[in-house]
């Protein structure tokens, strides 16, 4: 894969030149062509040194992901220590539901605001400006003396994991190769939950405060790395600024000119029409609030978004998320006091942390729709097997082994694609000039419902029991199948342009698509 694979350039700016006219022209609306039609009309493959560069920016934003998903996992070892009566401090399972659900209130505020951020100060420069709440939010936590320093440390964490979300998947999906580009994107998730077994780990040896004093580092390490790596050329070339995005493309493609140049073609003819359509809208609209209302029902921003947050809604009532914030307490509820609670906690996140590794390097080989039926019936399997086992076996007989066993599937399979998917969707499926404000959008409704679904378990718990639950997740996996099946498109190894010009065609669902 690192060797220098790019060939036939001459043919390959002929095409790209094509390409340049039609989007100037705005000539994609007309075309008839599909995305299994049109896979090869731009296809680089980078040399070593731009493999290399590209992981590089990947290293820096990842580092940055690994500190934003401590905080997701931090509920699941604070609460069981906040409900001992001798601690420091106490709460009750209605407070520490509110402790655990708050973060993701907060989330969607910073999700909203990274939109614009996104498009005013750049990718790069979000991300550094979202690892300083990081830093503050665990410095609050760690010197807190009551619920309230807790409650307000919880929500500046959230506001901060809520501002890198966007400009992280946005940033990678502009830098890298679009043969690269499902497995940087993807491997999003892997970095995201390694945060949540560090902070498992960290949480079975030390107190809580401890731990969020331990949660300062990779934030501040993370700002330091961000430094040393240049902005989106996509976003410098808005910002008309090309000698600069023609250096960031240079040292990211690894030298290779003829690749940059094609590249730069599209992206200042892409940025020529982009300016046109909205000074249309403003001109005829007379104000920015019609601008972004238009940019976000334009039918090449408006179908992904539909497809993305359908996604989401489904792929969290199957309980990914609950999973990590209550991990601790689910794992106390289905195997009482047999279990070491903190341990299983680590394995179940250390199990998310490798199989979303798997699933990076699957994204290189197989295709996304494949991968994302099998992630969500295998998730569904599961949960139905766990949900009918516990049903049937009196709590004494229960094989800790068996539910064990099912859990980790469960962890498993959920992490290959229900969990990997809505970023790289974010990266893949919006257009660019919607990736700052279609973005955060779609990450404010994303964490707002983590915020409903974590705030409501304690009560839908009560309600149907353990055995409930896994039923409920069961049944929404099924569904999240089904829905893969009929509406996500297939982007491997489609650029970034392809993909657009499909949304902008008469295509919804995936299976009536123009063939």
């Known amino acids: 894969m690192l060797g220098y694979h790019a060939a036939n350039y001459d043919a390959k700016i002929i095409q790209i030149g094509n390409v340049c006219e039609d989007i100037e022209n705005n000539n994609t609306r007309d075309k008839d062509s599909t995305l299994d039609e049109k896979c090869d009309i731009i296809y680089y493959s980078s040399n070593s040194k731009g493999i290399f560069a590209q992981c590089l920016v990947s290293g820096a934003v990842l580092l940055l992901l690994t500190g934003g998903g401590m905080p ?18 106490y709460a009750d399972r209605q407070l520490g539901s509110w402790i655990a659900s708050v973060h993701s209130l907060a989330t969607p505020v910073g999700s909203l605001v990274s939109g614009p951020l996104l498009d005013e100060i750049g990718r790069r420069g979000s991300l550094q400006f979202a690892a ?36 992280a998947q946005v940033l990678l999906g502009e830098t890298a190769d679009s043969t690269l580009r499902g497995f940087l994107t993807g491997s999003t998730l892997t970095f995201y939950c390694l945060g949540i ?7 079975a040896c030390f107190t809580w405060n401890i731990v969020a004093l331990c949660g300062t580092v990779l934030p501040i390490t993370a700002l330091i790395a961000l430094i040393l790596i240049p902005e989106s050329p996509a976003w410098l070339v808005r910002r008309r600024k090309p000698d600069k995005a023609r250096k960031a493309l240079l040292w990211l493609r690894g030298g290779n000119v003829q690749q940059v140049d ?16 909205t000074a249309t809208t403003t001109t005829s609209r007379l104000g920015q609030i019609s601008s972004v209302v238009s940019t976000l029902l334009d039918p090449s921003v408006l179908k992904p978004l539909t497809i993305i947050n359908i996604f989401n809604i489904l792929q969290l009532i199957s309980g990914t998320f609950v999973i990590v914030f209550y991990a601790v307490n689910l794992v106390e509820d289905i195997g009482g006091n047999r279990i070491n609670n903190y341990l299983a906690a680590v394995i179940t996140a250390i199990t998310r942390v490798l199989f979303s590794s798997i699933a ?45 066993i099912l859990l980790l599937a ?6 290959m694609g229900l969990m990997t998917f809505p970023g790289l969707m974010v990266a893949e499926l919006l257009p660019q000039r919607a990736r700052g404000i279609g973005g955060g959008c779609n990450f404010f409704f994303f964490n707002l419902f983590i915020f409903i679904v974590t705030k409501s378990f304690p009560t839908v718990s009560d309600a149907v029991g353990i055995t409930g639950i ?15 099946y009929v ?11 392809e993909i657009e010009d499909y949304f902008q065609q008469d295509n919804l669902l995936w299976i009536t698509r123009s063939r």
């Not at 807190?144 to 506001?159: P, Q, T």
């Open 72 to 89: 997701i996992g931090y509920s699941a070892i604070l609460l069981p220590q906040l409900a001992e009566e001798n601690g420091t401090m």
């Open 132 to 167: 300083v709440p990081l830093f503050v939010g665990w410095f609050v936590i760690g010197f807190a003396k009551n619920i309230s320093c807790l409650l307000i440390g919880r929500v500046v964490l959230g506001f901060g994991v809520g501002l890198m979300g966007v400009p």
């Open 197 to 203: 077994v560090i902070i498992y780990a960290l949480g």
């Open 262 to 277: 094609a590249e730069m073609r599209i992206l200042e003819a892409r940025m020529k029409t982009d300016l046109a359509r």
């Open 360 to 404: 990076s390097v699957l994204l290189l080989k197989i295709n996304r729709r494949y991968l994302g039926m099998f992630s969500a019936v295998g998730t569904a399997f599961a949960s139905l097997v766990l949900a009918g086992y516990l049903l049937i076996q009196e709590e004494s007989s229960i094989d800790v082994y068996v539910v064990g």
């Open 410 to 415: 469960y962890v498993a399979v959920s992490s």
């Open 470 to 484: 896994f039923a409920i997740f069961g049944i929404s996996a099924l569904l999240e199948a089904i829905f893969v």
């Open 487 to 497: 509406a996500l498109p297939e982007t491997k190894n489609r650029t970034l342009q």
